[in-house]
Structures are given as structure tokens and as C-alpha cells.
């Protein structure tokens, strides 16, 4: 771009969005350590692309539009994730940046996107402090991450349903989203019967936590609550197996795939598991008669080139893309503003993977994310069983 | 008969050529002497013989052409050769020098030939397990002699082996290299700056200038000649 | 002799009438000052940036490519550099401005400090430690998150252009880098040039000789060090002004080959080299990111293979044999060695002559 | 007699004293003693491992000395860290050369001129004028040298790429840099042809002349040592075993015995 | 008690794994005088490589046995292709510069191929954990104890009682003076390497198991692994694998007994390891020193 000026939209509108395309955006982790996320923009890909192949979403002024999505790697650096957005909005023109990813990443553009005036949508992360950003008045809504203070939440009183005076032992990756979940757990127990009796961290560049787990059983607690993600929670429930501590082990949502989290650390190191979800788990065949699901397993089958059917973040991808759509089939006018009044106001949505009795979106402008309630699960033989579904009362 | 002979050997470093057509050609049990001012390129076609540096042409031994081969190849077809400067091991002990020396011969040769050499130069013996780079220069010359030597060649390459001798010791190796010659009738070619000795002790001699063989014959009518006489004998 | 041995040899300046070399020098000048005012925002970022990395890469490449003391750790510099900047700014606002001496002067001493030690060791044990200091220098960043707020990294908010200047924020960021830029180029070149210069690759050949004529390795190492983490420093100040976050993520083993590659591909102790360097780094992972996952990091790999390979002497030595080539039929013998110019000779052309613009 | 000449007022140009060193076990000087006069070109023969080397290494500082004293000028060199010992106007060369093989053999004779002129990391970051103009004398200087010594074909070469020869006589010009007021050569002559030896020997003698510095030559090669050197200091073992003219040392029938040899 | 005994053992366990990659670290130094910085990633590859004849239905061992196999020579062909054009003329850097390009290549090449996600990997000796008093440790871990001090043993005795020991260290110190001796240099750095992703590769399986496979499954264990081998004394292989085995057991030790260090900052320790021996023993335990000669 060497003019010196973003230029405006047409009439009145904002840049990025015609009478027949409407462009989003995204900086999201897809090389480096965290690589595994690029299936998520792949799935969203594809989805957009059979939309546009049927002639576009109709939106809610009436006219079809194309989606253009541009998708960024920043290897989850957020420096280079401030680089790609600036790129996006000035030279890219999106509309939107939609299905920002990662919490670091993501809280380092908001400043300029709010600045630009440019909305975050559906962004896949949870940390509190977005909830503060938003209080100070950020352009974010509807992220399809679960506030991690509401999902605590939801593990706190499934620990006290089992049993109201556990102590509890905690390991937690030494990052924002880790000890953001510890200090909320602590909270959270202060006035119930429930204790942290223990709690280990772990470098995401550690080699194991086999030590680690082996300080916490060493504490003699009753529940495990598990705030690691990936190979560590693997690691962990194996160790925990071999070193046979068998006591209730909860993990968060977002460890909670069945091939590639549980299923390597040894059929019976899961088994007895428990955690909290709100879409199914695609990463098994336990579900595939669900008919979300199976229209699930057909767009990846249509789409095997960018799709692993089994993968839980491609799933997820899919689920954060029909969100969009249907934010912009509600969406009638052509400014940033609009898309992000129409965004927050989503409320009761039903997508595909979204498990039965359970809905996406707020309503509320104040609340900056789109997971309201949520399933407690078990994994059981090989496979969740979901139990009540918990939501959020405020 | 001609033992070791070179045709049209041309070598050069990555840029310019150094050696141009050198030919040379020694009998069986020769000692030849390569004279030649500084910077004349006795030492590239030292490194030429055992595959050191890039050539092009022929160089025969005993009726096996070199060129080409790799020079650890060109080692085991018996040709030893000492290095101008040391080319010691430094953190290798003597011994351990002399052994990497003996190391396609069967041990209990190699020791018998190590004990010979420390009698010649009892330095050694004394700081047998001494490393090498703790050596004097002296010392280090010596250390690569023997260690040459112990490997039994057939051709022996020697670039300066004075280098850094006193006077004496000098002396006491060409008298040793002309013992082991007559006793082995092992062929020797060295490159001298100490002409007198060098002639002394060689029955054949070559002059190098700028690359070329500038003139070659018997050790005694280059002796005699006033020219060399002026350049390299004084 | 062909042009593959000559890429392989150390190629010394080219060297051209003093008319030229000013007249090159103020036109690349101009350009660079003219071209913010039309550069949308983001460009002139990533123009930021490159800048950002020469002022590292310039301070490494006396460290690494003459003195020839490898470190892989200068990152951490970098990264102190760059939170120094933030907490300052947002907790004590600072002045952001006021930061950069006081960066400069505190990395400076850091790395005096470290340097006496660990320059003492060989080429392969200093890489191993300074690698393995990279391979931390996150988890540091993190033991201190009272100060440095861990994983979610400090958002700043800073180098706001003067309402006097009129400037928008990119364009002042982009002056402000110029200016830093230029100021550690000359400085370097001087040093990397002369009395000084020499003195360094005395050191880098061998030690010993080198303290029989008087050089002091371990002083001058110590120094020269002690600059280059303090380049290091102050660029990690800058980096902040142009992206406005620190996060520990940033500063990690990817960095270090960042900095490595910065010389490398410019081309060892050649400190016009250090701008294709920089240039690479900061352009090259946004074409690759498109294509694989692995790519941008697969090309910093390749990079390094094939420079070391086909082209040690960097795009810079690449450069000169090319202008070598051009400048032949002008002056025989310009290619390579001079024999036969006697002393006089070269003497007097080194007066008439002053050496390219982007080739000191 | 091994005393430096105690006539002269000024001090020697170098005192070396009973000096002792060992490597683990080994005795490399065991006591020698070394004087030489200034503007005396001192000779210093001996066996191989005698000490001639460490004797240079220890004035150098590069070794440790149990015990002995060394003074260049009447300065203690002792106290000195082996980059002083340059500013001292000491010059060296190394048996098996130490020239910088990366730098042009021009750099490397520039080299030479560091511990006669100024200028840090700060002046020359500052680029001072001073400075230019220094560095404009000095290349000159240089280049005068190197034709002095014929090595201005190899003024732009890289150093490594010379013939051994080629690479004792850039050393030697590097020393010359220095302007040295001592200069200490190890075996200069390695590598030379007869003819070649005698050049060398009428140069240092020349450059003598003209700047007039004291020399301590080691040298194995006695045409070398017969035309250049006053007097002859003979090493055994680490210890003096004789000093003397050239003819006198010759003919003593000890360093025959020890060093010579018959082949005279 | 029983959670400094299990702690010790973990320790140990751990420690045998950097032991064993400073093995081929070790191996790879005594033959060509470098440090590889992409052994660790060698030997990633290879695990992914006998991974993939498991998913193709071979048992695990023999998937095993090939992928040693084909290490060797891929180990081998890159000590030929990359390594020894450059090795007699190159500086310690050159060479730094392209062991760090290998393991970039390597690792992001595995990313490439496998991509990022993590898998299980089949062990070799599949069942219960072995007890040791009240602590227990896993049959993975005593598997790679036991081939560590196997492959520590076997490289001693050639090193220190073959002639191509003695063939190695003169090749290091004078490459171009070993082969006039008639030791063909150059094979022997090959072979070396080749032996060296060999050993890797055995490790990286035997580790997979608890490390999940995944291209930066060894990454992380780099940095032990130098601090393993400076502190041996970077060419004894015994020192190495006892050096690793400290490592691993204060390393343990300190992230569950000192309060400082914590889980998190383990690796900092490794650090503090490498330079404190430089400074104050820079030979290591076992090493030697070097007489400096001018
Ligand atoms: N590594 C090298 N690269 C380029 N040129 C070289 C190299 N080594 C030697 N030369 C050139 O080859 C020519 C001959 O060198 P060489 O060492 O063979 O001479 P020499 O006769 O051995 O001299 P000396 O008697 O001093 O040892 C010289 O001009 C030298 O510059
Ligand atoms: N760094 C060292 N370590 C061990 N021994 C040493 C060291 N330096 C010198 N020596 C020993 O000290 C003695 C004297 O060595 P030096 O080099 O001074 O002899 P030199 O007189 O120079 O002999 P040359 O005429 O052969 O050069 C020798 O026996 C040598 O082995
Ligand atoms: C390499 C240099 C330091 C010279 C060495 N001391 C020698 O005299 O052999
Ligand atoms: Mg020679
Ligand atoms: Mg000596």
C-alpha cells in the first residue's frame, strides 16, 4: 500500500465491506511451538469457501456477500501478531479481524484495533482480563473461549458435588492463562469447604512434570485439578498412573482430546477423568450420531485437503466460523460499529457442535464472551459422558 | 629404473597457478634435494605428491599413478611426509605421536621401531608422555622425523627438515637418513635451505624458481657449480 | 580465477571516486527520509524494524564477525533493553526518550559484567553457553513476573510524536530509528576500521601474537562486548516504540537465530552487510509464513546452510564482486590483489578515493 | 662475565637474571642469564629445548617465572602484563610465526604501530581528526616497509596465503612497525636460502644503523649468527654456558661438543 | 522419604536420557572437534521415523532396528554433505552456524512432515512399573538407564583401548598430518556420525514413550544435555552419562526442595551448571587440561 491513508469506505461505510464481499482478518499461531492451531483458520477456510461457492451469507440488509478471510501467522508471537493486524487493517482493509487466537497475541493488538475501531470477534480465548479490557471500553465481543473464571467456576462446584470438604492439589503452566486459573480457583474455594493444598508449576519449555507430580501426591490431596494443556496433561496422568495416585483428576476444556491428550497417556491413565465442554468432542467416533456432528464429519470429508475430522481445533474452527455467519446473516448496516453491536447482542445460538442444551452468545455488550453454560463430563471407557449442563448466573 | 617420477604437474591454490609442468624423477634409493628460493613452491609440490593441494599432470610411484587418489590412500602406498613447520600433534603425548605414526604396522613392530628412534633422539624418550605441543621447535621437528620414519615409507617427502634444528642435530639426521638409505634403500626427497648438508648427503639434485625446474643433475656438479654455490652454499 | 573462490574470500571494499560516493550517499539519504511521508503506516513499521535489527546486528557483528567472540544470548539484552522501556514508561512514566541512555548504560554494564567471565572461554564453549542463555532467557523473563507480568507481557503505549513536528506516530517512530541507525553505523564502522578494527581481528586470529604488540584481548573483548549488549539494549527500546508490547514468547532460541542470521546473511565483519541482514529477517518469515507451517522457520535454516556454503562472505561480498566486476575494466588489477602497485601508487588512490555509500 | 656490561651508564637494553622455569617437572631455565647492550645485536644459540624460546616467552610475559629477574631499559618487565611489555619498545618474533592469517599482510604490518599510537574505542568511535591523520602516516609507513622487505606484492594478499618465508619476513617487518627499541628474533632465518639469509642479516643490520635498537637473535643457522651478531650468549639446558664473540663461542670446545657439533 | 527416594530415582531416570544424548554429542566431538547443536534434533527425527514403520504395522523393535539403520546412514550423509566440504578450512563458527541451520531444517522439516501435534509412542517393553522400595519407576525409564550405560561403556573402550581412539584424537588436533599418516580422516568423521544419530535415534525411541513424539520432543532437553557433557568434561563418555545423571538428579532435587526454583525455573539450573564449570573447572570432571605452547 503506498498511499499514505487507509482509504475510507464508500458512503458512509467503513473499509472492507462492498455490496459483494466483506473482509475479515486474523493473526493466529500457525508455525513455532503452538502450530497446532493453524487448523483452526484452515477449517474457517474452508467452511467460507463452500459459502462463497453457494454465492455467499445473506446478510441482514439482503444483499449475498462473498467473505474474503485473511489469515496471518505470527508463530504466537505477539509482536509479530501486532505487525500482521496493523498489516490487515491498513493494507488488507478487513472489516473485521475475526477468530483472533491465543491470549497473549490477541491482548497486544487490542489497543489498535480499538484505536482503528476495528472489532475483535470470536476470538478463541478466555482470559478475565479481556473482561477488563472491555470495561475499559475495547471493540471485542462474543469470544469463543470460556471466561477461565466461569469455567472454574463450573469445576468448583463439580469438586463439591463430590465432595464439599476436598483438598486440592493444582498444576499450572507458569503463564497468564495458568496462573490466572490459580489465583480464580483460590478464590473461588475461599468460602466453601474445599482447600489448594498443593499447587506445582511448569515451564511450557520443561522437559516433563514428572517431579512435579510426584510433589503433589506427596501432599495427599483428594482432587487433581489439572490446568496444563497438551503433552504435559498427557505426561501427567501417566505419571500419576505409574506412581499409582489414584484420586479425582479434573482437566480444562482445553485438554480435554481423546486422541491426541488422553489416549496416549494409556487407556486406564483417563480413565475416571473429568472436565467441562461445550461442543463435542470430535477427536472420538463416541458422538458421530449426533446430527450436528455428522454434518461435521461430511464438511471435513468434503473438505479432507484442510480438514482432519478427528481434530478438536479444526472443530472448534468450524464452530467459531458458523458463529460469524450468523452474526452476519443478523448484521443489516456496513460500519464496524454495527458488526460488533449485532456481535454482542447474539444471544441462544445453535451450532453444530454445540452440545444439546447448551447455546452460544451473551447478549451482552458487557460480557465479552460468547460461553454461557457449559457440560460437566467424565471420561468413561474410552469416551465423555456428558452429565448436567451448569450456566453462568449473574 | 625411475621410482618416483612427475610429468606436466601443474598445482594451484584456489586462485593462480603455483607449479607449471614440474618434472622430476628420482631412481630407487635416491636421495634427492630440492632446491629453491623462498616462495619458489617447494612446499606446494611437496603437498602436490600426497594429494594436499588441487593438480593437474601425472605423478608416478612405482609405476602407480597418485594423482587423484585421496591422501591418506597416497600415504598407504608408502610415501611419508613431514610437513614444513612441525606437524606434530600437539595434544597427543610423544609416544602417542609416534604411535598415530605407526598406525597400520602391527603394535609389536611399532614398538620396537619407537624404542629404536628414542635411542636416536633420547629428547624424546625423556618426554615420551609429554604432549607435543609443550615441545620445543627442535624437538618438534625431531618428533616428526621419527614419526615420518616409523611409518617404514618407501618414499620419504621431507619440506625443511633443518627447520629449527641445531647445527649438530641437523648434521646427525642426514648422516641417519643416509644409513637408513643404504641399510633399507628407502628413496628420499627433500626440499633444503641448508644446501651443504643437503648435498652432502644427496646423490641427486633439483633447482625450483617460480614453479619450474630450473635445473636438475648429480648432487656433486651442482656442489661445484658457482651459481648455486652463490644462492645456496656460500 | 572464477567467481566462486572469490565468493568464498574475504573481499575487501570496494572502492570509488569521493564525487561518486557523496553524491550516493546524499541520494540514498534522501530516499530515506523522504519515504515515511508516503509509506502507509505499517510499512513504515516494518521499515522500523529493519532498522531496529541493523542497530543489533551492527553491535554483533563487531562482537562476532571481528573480534570473533560468538554469543547467541545477546536476546536477553535485547529483551532487558525492551522491558526496561515498558516498565518504565507505563509504571514510572518515564520519558520514553530518557529511557535509551539509561538502557544503553545498564546493558552496557550487564554485559561488562558477564563478558569478563565468559569471554574467556573458547569459541564452542562461549556458543554454548550464550545459546543456552537464549534457551532461557524466557523463563528469566517470567521468574520476574512481578516486574514483567510473565506470559501476558506488558502493552505500552508510547513514543507519541511532539504536536509540534506534525508527524504521525510511525513516521516519528521511523526518524527516531533512522537517526539511532545511523548514529551505531558510523560509530561502528569507525571502529570496525583503523587502529581499533585491526586491533580486534588481531584478537580474533590469535591472541597471544596480538598481546605481544600490545592489544589487551581481554579488555578490548570485554568492551567490545560490553557495546554490543548495550546496541543490544538500546534496539530492544526502540523495538518497543515500534510494537508497543513486550512479551517473554519474543525473546526466545527464535531471536537468537534471528540476530545470527543478521550477520550471516550480510556477511561477517562487513558492516554494510548488517541492512540485508536485517532486511531478510524482518521481510523474508512474512512471505514463507503463507506457505507451511514450518516454513519461516525452514528458511531461517536454509538460510544459514546456504550462506555458509555457496556465499560466507554474505550479500555483501556478493555485492563487492559484482562492483569489482564493474569497476575491472576501469582498473586493472582492482579485482583481488593489487600486485605490482607500489606503495606509492596505493597510497595516493586510497586519497583520491573514499569507499561506497553502503560500502565503507 | 654473564653481567651486562656494567661500563655503560645507561641501563642494558635487556637484563635477564637466574631466571627459572618449569612445566610441571620439566626445567626449561634453570638460572640462565642474558645481557644485552643497547644497540648490540646479542646472539642466542643453544641446543634444541635448551630455553631459547621460553627465554622470549618469559620477556614476552606469556610465561610465568619461578624466580630471576628481567628488566628491559632498566624497567622491571616482571611487573608488567604481556601487552605492557610492547609499550616498553619490545618487538618480537615467533619461531613458527604468528602473523594473523585473515588480515592483509598490509593490516597485519599496521598492527605493528599499535602500542606507538593513540587512540581507544571512544577517540576513534568520536573519529577525531587526529586519528585520520595517524592512520594516514602509519600506511604509509607501512608501505615503505614492505618495500623494504619486498613483500608490497603481497601488500592487499591475505596473510595465511604466504610462503613460510615470506610469512618469518612480514613478522619481521610487523616488528619493525613497532619501532622497537629491543627487537627479539626467533630463528629469522627459517625458510631462507643462503643467499637470501645474507640479504636479511645486511637489512637488520641496516635498520640498526639507521634507528638504532639493540637485537637478541636466536638462530640456529651460524652464517646468519657470524655476520650480524657482537656477541653470542650459548644456552644448555636453561643455563649460560658461555658468551662471547662469535669466534670465540665457536671455537669453545663445550657448545662444540653440545651444539655445533662437527659439521663446521 | 519416599518422596526424596521417588525424586532421586526420577532424577536418575531423566539424567540417563541427557546422559545419553551428551553420549552422542561426546562421540560426535572427539571425531570431528565440533559440538552438533542438531544431534538432539537428529535424533527426533529418527524417532518419528521408527514411529512411522509402527503406523505402517511393524512391532516397535524392529521399527526400531530400521530406524537406527537409516539414522546411520542419515547421520552420515550429513556430516558428508554439509560438514566435511567446509571441515579443514572452516572456523569453529562456520561450523556452529551450520549445526544451528540443521537443527532449524531438522526440526521444522519433521514439522513439515509429521506437523506440530503430538503422538504416543508403542514401548518397548510394555507393563506394570518396577518397584524400588516405596518408590517405583516406569520400565521406559529403566530401558533407556540401562542403554545409556551400555552405549557409555562400549564408547570408552574405543575410544580409550582402540587405535581408532587414538586414530580420532589425532585426526581433531591436525587433520591434515593425520592423513599423511595414512588414517583416512574423513571416513572416520563419517562414521562417527552416522554411529552418533544411531545412538540418537535408540534414545529418542526409548524416550518417546514419555516424552510424546512431536518435533520439539528433544528440544528442551538440549541444554541438559550440554550441561551433561561440559560438565564430563565434553570427550569422556562415562563422564558424560554420570555428569548427565547429576544434572538430572539436582535438577530434581532443587525443583522440589529449593523454593527459588520451583517447577518452572528447572532449566536455569542447567545454566548455572555449564558456566559455574567453565569457570571453575573448565577441563570437567574427567577431562584433561591442555598445555597452552606459543
Ligand atoms: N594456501 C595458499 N593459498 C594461496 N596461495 C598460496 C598458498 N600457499 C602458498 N601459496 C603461494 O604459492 C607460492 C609458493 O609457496 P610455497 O610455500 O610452495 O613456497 P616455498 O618454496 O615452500 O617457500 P619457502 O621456502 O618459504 O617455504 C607462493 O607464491 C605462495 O604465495
Ligand atoms: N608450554 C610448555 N609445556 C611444557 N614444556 C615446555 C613448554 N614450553 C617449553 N617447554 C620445554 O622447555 C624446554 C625449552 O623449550 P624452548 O622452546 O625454549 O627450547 P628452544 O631453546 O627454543 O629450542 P628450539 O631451538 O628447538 O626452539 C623444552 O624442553 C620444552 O619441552
Ligand atoms: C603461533 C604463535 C603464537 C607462534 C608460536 N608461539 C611459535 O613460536 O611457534
Ligand atoms: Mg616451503
Ligand atoms: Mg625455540
Known amino acids: ?394 | ?234 | 580465477m572464477n567467481v566462486f573462490t572469490m565468493l568464498r574470500e574475504q573481499q575487501r571494499p570496494v572502492r570509488a571516486p569521493r564525487p561518486l560516493v557523496i553524491l550516493g550517499l546524499v541520494a540514498l539519504l534522501g530516499w530515506l527520509i523522504w519515504q515515511p511521508m508516503v509509506s502507509a503506516p505499517y510499512v513504515n513499521f516494518d521499515r522500523s524494524m529493519v532498522l531496529v535489527f541493523v542497530v543489533v546486528g551492527l553491535g554483533l557483528n563487531l562482537l562476532t564477525g571481528l573480534t570473533g567472540q560468538i554469543s547467541l544470548g545477546h536476546g536477553a539484552f535485547f529483551a532487558l533493553g525492551a522491558y526496561l522501556s515498558a516498565t518504565l514508561v507505563n509504571e514510572y512514566a518515564w520519558n520514553y526518550l530518557a529511557v535509551v541512555p539509561l538502557a544503553a548504560v545498564v546493558a552496557w554494564a550487564l554485559g561488562y559484567l558477564v563478558g569478563r567471565p565468559v569471554l574467556r572461554f573458547s569459541g564452542l564453549q562461549l556458543a554454548l553457553v550464550t545459546l543456552s542463555l537464549a534457551l532461557i532467557t524466557p523463563s528469566i523473563i517470567k521468574a520476574f513476573d512481578d516486574i514483567t507480568h510473565g506470559q501476558e507481557g506488558i502493552i505500552l503505549d508510547t513514543a507519541e510524536p511532539p504536536g509540534a513536528v506534525g508527524l504521525e506516530r510511525d513516521q516519528w517512530v521511523y526518524y527516531l530509528c533512522l537517526a539511532a541507525a545511523i548514529a551505531t553505523y558510523v560509530v561502528c564502522q569507525r571502529l570496525a576500521s583503523g587502529r581499533v578494527g585491526r586491533s580486534l581481528i588481531a584478537i580474533r586470529d590469535n591472541e597471544t601474537v596480538g598481546a605481544t604488540l600490545g592489544v589487551r584481548a581481554a579488555v578490548i573483548k570485554t568492551r567490545v562486548f560490553a557495546l554490543s549488549t548495550a546496541l543490544a539494549g538500546v534496539a530492544g527500546v526502540l523495538y518497543t516504540w515500534v510494537v508497543q508490547f513486550v512479551g517473554p514468547d519474543a525473546f526466545g532460541l527464535t531471536l537468537a537465530i534471528t540476530f545470527i542470521i543478521l550477520i550471516v546473511v550480510g556477511g561477517l565483519g562487513a558492516m554494510p552487510g548488517v541492512v540485508f541482514g536485517a532486511l531478510f529477517v524482518v521481510y523474508v518469515p512474512t512471505y514463507t509464513a503463507s506457505l507451511d507451517q514450518s516454513a519461516a522457520g525452514l528458511s531461517f535454516g536454509v538460510a544459514l546452510l546456504f550462506f555458509m556454503f555457496l556465499l560466507p562472505t554474505g550479500v555483501i561480498g556478493l555485492v563487492r564482486v559484482i562492483a569489482r566486476g564493474l569497476t575491472r575494466g576501469r582498473r586493472k588489477g582492482a579485482a583481488g590483489r593489487t600486485t605490482g602497485d607500489t606503495a606509492q601508487e596505493s597510497a595516493e588512490r586510497a586519497d583520491r578515493e573514499a569507499a561506497l555509500p553502503l560500502d565503507a | 662475565m654473564s653481567d651486562p656490561e656494567p661500563s655503560r651508564g645507561t641501563p642494558p637494553a635487556l637484563s635477564i637474571l637466574d631466571v627459572r622455569v618449569e612445566f610441571g617437572g620439566i626445567i626449561a631455565l634453570d638460572g640462565a642469564t642474558v645481557g644485552v647492550a643497547p644497540d648490540q645485536v646479542m646472539g642466542l644459540i643453544g641446543p634444541n629445548g635448551a630455553g631459547k624460546t621460553t627465554l622470549f616467552n618469559c620477556v614476552s610475559r606469556l610465561y610465568e617465572v619461578q624466580s630471576g629477574s628481567i628488566e628491559v631499559h632498566g624497567t622491571d618487565v616482571l611487573a608488567r602484563r604481556p601487552d605492557q611489555v610492547a609499550g616498553l619498545g619490545v618487538a618480537r618474533t615467533f619461531q613458527n610465526v604468528g602473523v594473523f592469517p585473515t588480515e592483509t599482510v598490509l593490516d597485519n604490518v599496521l598492527v605493528g604501530a599499535y602500542p606507538r599510537t593513540r587512540g581507544g574505542m571512544w577517540a576513534t568511535a568520536l573519529g577525531l581528526p587526529s586519528i585520520r591523520r595517524s592512520e594516514r602516516t602509519e600506511r604509509e609507513r607501512a608501505r615503505a616497509l614492505l618495500a623494504e622487505l619486498e613483500l608490497t606484492a603481497y601488500a592487499d594478499e591475505v596473510a595465511g596465503q604466504l610462503p613460510f618465508g615470506s610469512l618469518k619476513r612480514l613478522e619481521l617487518a610487523r616488528a619493525l612497525m613497532m619501532e622497537p627499541r629491543l627487537l627479539m628474533l626467533d630463528e629469522p632465518a627459517n625458510g631462507l636460502t643462503h643467499g637470501e639469509v645474507l640479504e636479511l642479516a645486511e637489512l637488520v643490520r641496516g635498520l640498526r644503523g639507521s634507528h638504532g635498537f639493540a637485537v637478541l637473535l636466536v638462530e640456529h643457522n651460524m652464517d646468519m649468527v657470524a655476520s650480524l651478531c657482537d656477541e653470542v650468549t650459548v644456552l644448555e639446558l636453561g643455563r649460560t654456558i658461555a658468551v662471547g664473540t662469535p669466534d670465540q663461542v665457536r671455537s669453545d670446545p663445550r657448545v662444540i661438543e653440545a651444539y655445533l657439533g662437527g659439521a663446521e | 522419604m519416599t518422596l526424596l527416594l521417588q525424586q532421586l530415582i526420577d532424577g536418575i531416570a531423566w539424567g540417563s536420557l541427557y546422559g545419553a544424548l551428551a553420549l552422542t554429542l561426546v562421540l560426535v566431538y572427539r571425531a570431528s572437534g565440533i559440538i552438533n547443536f542438531a544431534q538432539a534434533e537428529f535424533a527426533m527425527v529418527g524417532a518419528f521415523v521408527a514411529w512411522q514403520f509402527t503406523e505402517w504395522g511393524l512391532p516397535v523393535v524392529m521399527a526400531i532396528v530400521i530406524a537406527m539403520v537409516l539414522s546411520f546412514f542419515g547421520g552420515a550423509a550429513a556430516e558428508l554433505v554439509f560438514v566435511r566440504p567446509l571441515s579443514r578450512t572452516a572456523s569453529h563458527f562456520t561450523l556452529i552456524i551450520i549445526t544451528l541451520g540443521l537443527m532449524l531444517v531438522f526440526n521444522n522439516g519433521a514439522g513439515w512432515v509429521w506437523d506440530f501435534s503430538a503422538r504416543g509412542f508403542p514401548e518397548i517393553w510394555p507393563g506394570p512399573v518396577i518397584n524400588i522400595g516405596p518408590a517405583v519407576i516406569s520400565r521406559q525409564g529403566f530401558a533407556i538407564m540401562a542403554a545409556a550405560g551400555v552405549i557409555a561403556v562400549v564408547l570408552y573402550v574405543l575410544f580409550q583401548h582402540t587405535r581408532i581412539g587414538l586414530a580420532m584424537r589425532a585426526s581433531v588436533g591436525d587433520p591434515d598430518s593425520a592423513s599423511l599418516s595414512g588414517i583416512a580422516v574423513a571416513n572416520l568423521t563419517t562414521i562417527s556420525w552416522g554411529l552418533a544419530a544411531v545412538i540418537g535415534t535408540l534414545v529418542a525411541s526409548l524416550a518417546a514413550p514419555q516424552l510424546f513424539l512431536q518435533p520439539n520432543m528433544l528440544a528442551t532437553t538440549l541444554i541438559y544435555a550440554f550441561a551433561a557433557m561440559i560438565l564430563g568434561g565434553l570427550n569422556s563418555p562415562p563422564g558424560a552419562l554420570v555428569a548427565g545423571i547429576i544434572v538430572g538428579v539436582v535438577e530434581n532435587l532443587a525443583g522440589t526442595y529449593l523454593p527459588g526454583i520451583g517447577g518452572d525455573f528447572k532449566q536455569a539450573i542447567a545454566l548455572l551448571i555449564i558456566i559455574g564449570v567453565l569457570i571453575v573447572r573448565p577441563q570437567g570432571l574427567f577431562g584433561k587440561k591442555e598445555v597452552v605452547r606459543v
Not at chain 2, 593438480?55 to 613431514?82: P, Y
Not at chain 2, 613447520?85 to 614398538?111: H, I, M, S
Not at chain 2, 635411542?119 to 605441543?133: H, I, M, T
Request: hydrophobic share 40%; glycine share 10%; aromatic share 6%.
Open chain 2, 1 to 234: 629404473m625411475t621410482f618416483f617420477a612427475t610429468k606436466q604437474l601443474t598445482a594451484s591454490y584456489g586462485r593462480g597457478t603455483v607449479l607449471h609442468n614440474v618434472e622430476v624423477s628420482v631412481d630407487q634409493g635416491d636421495i634427492a634435494v630440492i632446491l629453491g628460493a623462498n616462495g619458489a613452491g617447494k612446499t606446494t609440490f611437496m603437498r602436490a605428491i600426497t594429494g594436499l593441494v588441487k593438480t593437474q599432470g601425472s605423478i608416478v610411484l612405482d609405476g602407480l599413478e597418485l594423482v587423484g587418489k585421496r591422501t591418506h590412500s597416497i600415504a598407504r602406498h608408502g610415501i611419508a611426509h613431514v610437513p614444513q613447520g612441525r606437524g606434530t600433534f600437539k595434544d597427543l603425548t610423544v609416544a602417542d605421536n609416534l604411535r598415530v605414526g605407526g598406525y597400520r604396522l602391527p603394535e609389536r613392530q611399532v614398538a620396537a621401531l619407537m624404542d629404536r628412534w628414542y635411542d636416536f633422539f633420547p629428547k624424546l624418550k625423556s618426554r615420551s608422555n609429554q604432549l607435543a605441543g609443550g615441545m620445543s621447535g627442535g624437538e618438534q621437528q625431531m618428533l616428526a622425523i621419527a614419526r615420518a620414519l616409523i611409518s617404514q615409507p618407501r618414499l620419504l617427502l621431507l619440506d625443511e627438515p633443518s627447520l629449527g634444528l641445531a647445527p649438530k642435530v641437523t648434521a646427525e639426521v642426514f648422516s641417519v637418513l643416509t644409513e637408513i638409505n643404504a641399510e633399507t634403500g628407502i628413496t628420499v626427497l627433500v626440499v633444503e635451505q641448508n644446501a651443504k648438508v643437503a648435498l652432502a648427503a644427496a646423490s641427486k639434485g633439483f633447482v625450483m624458481e617460480t614453479g619450474r625446474i630450473v635445473r636438475s643433475g648429480p648432487a656433486e656438479s651442482m656442489r661445484n657449480d658457482d651459481e648455486i654455490r652463490r644462492a645456496y652454499l656460500g
Open chain 1, 1 to 394: 500500500g503506498n498511499s499514505r491513508e487507509a482509504a475510507g469506505g464508500v458512503d458512509g461505510c467503513d473499509p472492507g465491506i462492498t455490496d459483494d464481499t466483506i473482509k475479515l482478518g486474523a493473526s493466529t499461531m500457525q508455525s513455532g511451538a503452538a502450530a497446532a492451531y493453524k487448523a483452526m483458520p484452515q477449517a474457517s477456510l474452508a467452511l467460507f469457501d463452500e459459502v462463497n461457492e453457494a454465492g455467499g451469507v445473506t446478510m441482514g440488509d439482503g444483499k449475498k456477500r462473498k467473505i474474503e478471510f485473511v489469515s496471518l501467522d505470527d508463530a504466537y508471537d505477539p509482536a509479530r501478531a501486532v505487525k500482521n493486524t496493523r498489516q490487515l487493517v491498513e493494507k488488507d482493509q478487513v472489516f473485521a479481524i475475526f477468530q483472533a487466537a491465543g491470549t497473549s497475541p490477541t491482548l497486544a493488538i487490542m489497543d489498535y484495533t480499538t484505536k482503528a475501531g476495528v472489532p475483535i470477534v470470536f476470538a478463541a480465548t478466555g482470559s478475565d482480563e479481556f473482561q477488563k479490557k472491555r470495561d475499559e471500553g475495547a471493540t471485542i465481543a462474543a469470544f469463543m473461549l470460556p471466561q477461565v473464571g466461569f469455567e472454574n467456576e463450573v469445576m468448583v462446584r463439580s469438586i463439591e458435588q463430590i465432595d464439599p470438604d476436598a483438598t486440592i492439589a493444582v498444576l499450572y503452566p507458569n503463564d497468564g492463562l495458568g496462573k490466572g486459573s490459580l489465583a480464580g480457583l483460590k478464590d473461588l474455594v475461599k468460602d466453601t469447604g474445599l482447600k489448594v493444598v498443593a499447587e506445582e508449576s511448569y515451564e511450557q519449555t520443561s522437559t516433563s512434570v514428572d517431579s512435579q507430580i510426584v510433589n503433589l501426591k506427596s501432599s495427599g490431596a483428594d482432587v487433581f485439578v489439572n490446568f496444563g494443556t497438551g503433552t504435559f496433561v498427557t505426561q501427567a496422568l501417566k505419571k500419576a498412573n505409574e506412581i499409582d495416585w489414584d484420586v479425582e483428576k479434573f482437566v480444562i476444556s482445553a485438554s480435554t482430546d481423546v486422541s491426541t491428550v488422553l489416549a496416549p497417556a494409556g487407556e486406564d491413565a483417563a480413565e475416571g477423568v473429568r472436565s467441562v465442554a461445550w461442543v463435542y468432542d470430535v477427536s472420538s467416533d463416541a458422538n458421530n450420531d449426533m446430527p450436528g456432528v455428522e454434518n461435521w464429519r461430511e464438511f471435513a470429508e468434503r473438505n479432507k485437503d484442510r480438514v482432519d475430522t478427528h481434530n478438536s481445533i479444526a472443530a472448534l474452527g468450524y464452530n467459531n466460523s458458523q458463529m460469524m455467519l450468523k452474526a452476519l446473516e443478523e448484521f443489516d448496516g456496513c460500519t464496524r460499529e454495527g458488526l460488533l453491536e449485532t456481535v454482542q447482542k447474539l444471544r441462544g445460538v445453535e451450532t453444530d457442535l454445540g452440545l444439546e442444551g447448551i447455546t452460544f452468545g451473551s447478549g451482552d455488550a458487557d460480557y465479552p464472551y460468547a460461553i454461557t453454560s457449559m457440560a460437566t463430563m467424565q471420561f468413561l471407557d474410552g469416551k465423555w459422558e456428558y452429565a448436567d449442563v451448569i450456566t453462568r448466573d449473574k
